[in-house]
């Protein structure tokens, strides 16, 4: 039979399954004619993508077949699910994984059913979809995740449906760049498929709407060998897309600029053309579901059966609803179906890192707090090692802040990804790179989250300010793996590793739009057991910190490190001790000696430890006789309830911590309020007092950050005075005493345009 | 004297300003020769992009001169400070705004000084800086804010400077888009200058390194005519400027395609060419400091001093320092000055919205809780009566959702701006619209930041979930507020409105990627002096809201209010007087008369309101002798310290509404944590139980993602038993009704696809 008419036929039935999962919960094979009772209560899925999604399979499965083509698909046009579910389910791969929902008229039914109604399946593309490693709620990510793919699977091709809605998008806009980053000697290959229907919601799209020439001249502008197949006709357009992906796939081994496909067809292509006497087919009126009230007008009812019978089922499906043989001849074998392709459950293919050991990267520190470090730079090294020990499954992201963040040890085994024109003058490009450098954090982010979801590892850094561009995003992904734990057939996959340097603290020069900490906040919103935040203190707790993460699966692990000298504190045996713990009393900085202290000072991060070990210090010169007790905090989990998070201590070893009556001084590297939130049921936390930033700054110095903020030593001195009862008149004369020590920080900086030198030498003196 | 020598002259003077600010903090004339104390400590700020954006001021203030142009200047490059101070010192207005930073040899020592110094100012273009409405630090929002200048102000030219770095953010890369949206009959001009100096940090830049003709096609895709000036010779490059200039102006009238500049210069242009024998002009090690360690090593302060001199600073300042006749004779008058320019400190140019009278649109409430009403389709005829006042100066916002959304009156009277092509089959399109649809939030935020910061007014609706797209630029403006209302000079501007409808509780159909009502906790994070989160249960009180909102200044609101129908709770002067409050007692909902009620249940937001009344009518109606009041906020900042926030309540005003010491169930539209946070320090904290959104939700019915949550009716009445003493017997009983109540609901749904009738109903008997 002619491989075109084979094709449409599948095309016919994938739109079958489509319109009958929006519509129907029962009699799926219209053996009967249909009935208010067979249709759903509440109409919701979106038909508009749905025929061109489907369109598009149709003809990727022959390329598969012809080429024997190791091929994943991903659905960038919002609410695609009864496409991709329909492929799953004629592919016979829903069935794998969900048995309830077999390949005839029983299992028909239930896809119908289950579709987008409560406890079913969602309407997008989504984890519960096999063959998907895109979400297709939030838009704009689409093609980024194709290259996350694509990256060091060689042979691998990523079709990459782009909806013009999604194409849109900021990061979708910035997203066909990423073809100067991928090597194709050494990478898979993108196939841009967009997906002009013409419209989003309620509106014409911009790229459907500009003159053909000006969108060629774009996708030639962002580096493609574009090719259109436009039109309505089916047949017509059958050809064209198939003559066109041979020639798009013979291009793709030629050396030339990367081909991509614009395919312009019309939105709700094969729908009614017309309710009410208004215009639907090819409109964005199809977006949604065409034809509503139809279980209680007749005259509907009867237009969505004559509308489905138009896809002629009874040739498409057998009495008992398994599909033609015509039709499961198209099918793939095995894993080169795209909806049972092993790469798209990356879990499955996931390879443990060989890491080395971390230890090995220790700071010698013989005494506590004495010498400084850049921790950072120290990570640097292990990074390094891991690039060199993980030859292709590894990559490091950034944008353009790696050497910044002080790892540049990584860059003596290896460059930075770059398939553009160089220059004698660069250092360090190269198309073989495994460090990731754009100045697109969207781009970082998509990247390694389609790295990671079909089964790599990596580490994405940036500065501490500007992670919130991807908020967003951290909550797509979060979600994703909060449901994907739920899903048995899903494997783990390697946590999405953030480190977040050059912080809050130190960003002194950059000034006030670079200091913001409040992506801990948004990302302790998620739920327990997908999110991890760290902060270490010095150089071997961010090794021992950074190596549990490498190791993790299925989270998101969030490091905050400085990559400025901060002093050592902690030998390696005593960090992992202090990091297995997650918080811990410093012993060495305090002077209670195991009995109940007079007061705690807490800190979590960097520069607040530091802080607090320098108040800790004057206290002990300043009031001899006052216990005071250290308690440092790396990983932020551990202060929740044991009821809320895994990681949480009960109400019992907090009390023995931080005291169940004494006043805490707790000084936290983020807004302070998150402190509060993760504690207020804990006994001792009426007496608890938080410092942390409260949104002051400028282009000033380091200490004078920390005293426009109250995070400074000597008001931590201050709110122990404050605090702790019984001092009589040591409290006012030690108050003012550094109240004066601030004032000559602050005529120091404002004289001299730096920190005096007492706070420069960050020295402790233990 | 020859213009070009002239524009070269100014040029040069302000690359020897930008150069003084980066290093010096004495002799700023070279009076005499450098020695290391006129040198600051710390060397902070970036030279790279700053000699580049220092021609372009040169060469636009001829054409503002020749033309009599109207024109402002965008600043996108990443750290442009010492540009555009200079620009504004030379201009004069940097004395007029700051005195002591007079025109002459001291103000221009403090000129230097004050520049990356603490007490001084910031490196980026900033709220301090005169003729600046775009921050410098966080990059990829420079061209969208152009567009928003220029929306109704014809005439006006904004020239925007993009930075090749700043490119390759995703907004960025849309933005060029935005000509589409622009209607020259009726706006403003941009002229964007693509500023490649081929380097960010530590990289080349994509469009750098990409063959010209590919930049030149990109260019052209966008929509533009692209025209290059190109080389390193400056008497070569000045003149290609000006020539192209003089074309471009040109063009701007001639109803062709927006014409658009592609300026490639040496990064570091006419900085040092080597440093210790690697090359640095021309390369990214020109970024920031070109040459360090001055003070310390002679060489290197030789270096710099020649650096200097090489601008000729005798041929360009007189002895007293006051800049040359010659080049204050380029300044252009008055307000034609770019850093003077009115539209750059927009509240100069506000006026106050006319606002018809908000009761006028309220819906009749015979009583309490029993009809039912969309509120966002209600303030849509609000909002079609302000755009119809207000022909020139409000926009509306949204990507593509301003219809979903139920404000679709305002099509009554306006269209959706679009000038490209259209077809017979559209709706409301027109180049003339006042609703700005695309499918992109980066865009909506940065345009409508562009236009409130130029004087005007608007309000951006949007999902929920995906207003996290833009938190990293919601930050960035709250910052500029914060710094703004600091500055003497700067006149407050028309706040910045979200409308967040389509909210987590009703995004049931969209399933769990629309579901996140995160935002509030991030806007939660900035100052109170700026923002403002107001949560009204219906209609009326979303009037009341609106009108607040709408008529505030140099705030964040935040309005989340549902589109899908919700009782009616009060009547206008009911809702107006509750908006006042921010927070009150329903009577009509309570039976506690006044007294001291056993339980308080407390709620914010229109779907935990609704579901609060339900739960107390239950209780009503299953314990007639408990005394229930039902509170309900409306400003979520009341529930704040009246130390912490301007709304907060005293703690004596808080213990009358919500009681000392009695239980209280809190149902909360979003994070249940952020009531704890808001609330741990008030009296009856440890009794405070919050229920709201714990990242439960899936495709299902509304009212059971209200049970994922454990919001529903059922579960608080179930909390309440749980919480109040003495209830004996009948807890037990009552407990299990309510477990079976939600398990008939569970059931219901499974079964038949919808929730019960008598949910849906949202029947509320009193």
């Not at 009699?27 to 489907?54: D, Y």
């Not at 896809?311 to 039709?327: K, N, S, T």
């Not at 201050?718 to 030690?734: C, I, K, N």
């Amino acid at each position: 039979m002619d491989v075109l008419a084979t094709a449409d036929a599948y095309w016919r039935a994938a739109n079958y399954l489509s319109v009958g999962q929006i519509y129907l919960m029962d009699n799926p094979l219209l053996a009967e004619p249909l009935r208010p009772e067979h249709v759903k209560p509440r109409l919701l899925g979106h038909w508009g993508t749905t025929p061109g999604l489907n369109f598009c399979f149709a003809h990727l499965n022959r390329v598969i077949k012809e080429r024997d083509q190791d091929m994943i698909y991903i659905c960038g046009p919002g609410h695609g699910g009864p496409a991709v579910l329909a492929h799953a389910w004629l592919e016979g791969t829903y069935t794998e994984r969900y048995p309830e929902v077999s390949q005839d008229a029983d299992g028909m039914r239930r896809l119908f059913r289950q579709f987008s109604f409560p406890g079913g399946v969602p309407s997008h593309a989504a984890p519960e979809t096999p063959g998907s490693i895109h979400e297709g709620g939030e838009l704009g990510y689409s093609l980024a995740h194709a290259y996350g793919a694509a990256f060091d699977n060689p042979g691998l091709v990523v079709a990459c449906v782009i909806g013009d809605g999604e194409a849109e998008t900021g990061p979708l806009a910035t997203s066909w760049h990423s073809n100067k980053f991928l090597n194709p000697r050494r990478d898979g290959r993108v196939l841009p498929i967009l997906h002009l229907n013409g419209y989003k919601i309620a509106n014409p799209t911009v790229l459907a709407r500009i003159p053909e020439d000006e969108l060629l001249k774009l996708m030639e502008g962002y580096g493609h060998r574009p090719h259109v197949v436009a039109g309505s006709d089916p047949a017509a357009v059958h050809e064209a897309m198939a003559a066109t992906l041979d020639t798009v796939f013979d291009e793709m081994g030629d050396g030339g600029r990367p081909p991509m496909i614009i395919l312009r067809t019309p939105k709700g292509w094969t729908g009614p053309h017309e309710v009410d006497g208004l215009p639907v087919e090819g409109t964005w009126r199809a977006h949604q579901v065409p034809i509503d009230d139809v279980r209680r007008r007749p005259d509907r009812l009867a237009m969505l059966e004559e509308w489905m019978r138009s896809y002629r089922p009874h040739e498409l499906f057998g009495e008992d609803g398994r599909p033609a043989p015509e039709i499961l001849s198209t099918v793939p074998d095995g894993p080169r179906r795209m909806s049972a392709n092993p790469h798209t459950n990356g879990g499955e293919l996931l390879r443990p890192l060989v890491l080395p050991d971390f230890r090995d990267y220790a700071v010698e520190v013989k005494s506590h707090a004495t010498s400084p470090t850049e921790p950072t730079k120290v990570l640097g090294r292990l990074l390094r090692d891991v690039i060199a020990a993980n030859s292709s499954a590894f990559r490091l992201m950034g944008p353009d802040e790696t050497a910044s963040n002080r790892l540049s040890a990584v860059f003596e085994v290896t460059d930075k990804a770059w398939y553009a024109a160089t220059l004698p003058t660069d250092e360090h490009l190269s198309p073989d790179g495994r460090v990731m450098e754009v100045l697109s954090e969207h781009l970082c982010q998509g990247w390694l989250e389609g790295y990671l979801l079909t089964g790599r590892h990596g580490l994405f850094n940036c500065y501490e300010a500007f992670i919130h561009i991807v908020d967003a995003m951290f909550n797509q992904h979060a979600k994703w793996l909060e449901s994907s734990q739920k899903i048995g057939w899903r494997r783990p996959i390697a946590s999405f590793n953030y480190l977040l340097s050059s912080h809050v603290w130190r960003q002194d020069h950059n000034g006030f739009s670079h200091q913001d900490p409040g992506f801990l906040d948004v990302v302790m919103n998620k739920k327990s057991s997908v999110v991890r935040v760290y902060l270490p203190p010095d150089a071997n707790t961010l090794l021992s910190v950074a190596d549990h993460c490498l190791r993790s699966r299925d989270y998101v692990n969030v490091i905050v490190a400085g990559k400025h000298p901060v002093l050592d504190l902690m030998s390696m045996d005593e960090a992992v001790a202090h990091c297995t713990r997650g918080v811990g009393v410093f012993d060495w900085a305090s002077n209670d000696e195991g009995a109940e202290p007079d007061v705690v000072l807490a800190c979590a991060g960097d520069v607040p430890t530091l802080e607090t070990l320098a108040a800790a210090a004057l206290l002990r010169g300043h009031l001899p006789e006052l216990k005071v007790r250290v308690v440092n905090v790396v990983d932020l989990m551990r202060l929740q309830p044991s009821s809320e998070h895994p990681h949480g201590m009960s109400d019992a070893e907090f009390d023995t911590v931080f005291t169940a009556d004494k006043p805490v001084i707790f000084n936290f590297h983020g807004y302070p309020w998150l402190i509060h939130r993760l504690t207020y049921r804990r006994n001792g936390h009426d007496n608890l007092h938080v410092r942390g930033y409260r949104e002051e700054g400028t282009t000033t110095t380091p200490f004078d950050m920390a005293m426009m903020n109250d995070i400074d030593r000597y008001h931590l001195v201050m709110d122990v005075v404050d605090r702790v009862p019984g001092l009589g008149a040591t409290q006012a004369h030690l108050r003012q005493h550094m109240a004066d020590a601030r004032l000559r920080c602050r005529i120091h900086t404002r004289e001299y345009g730096e920190d005096p030198v007492e706070i420069r030498d960050w020295a402790w003196p233990y």
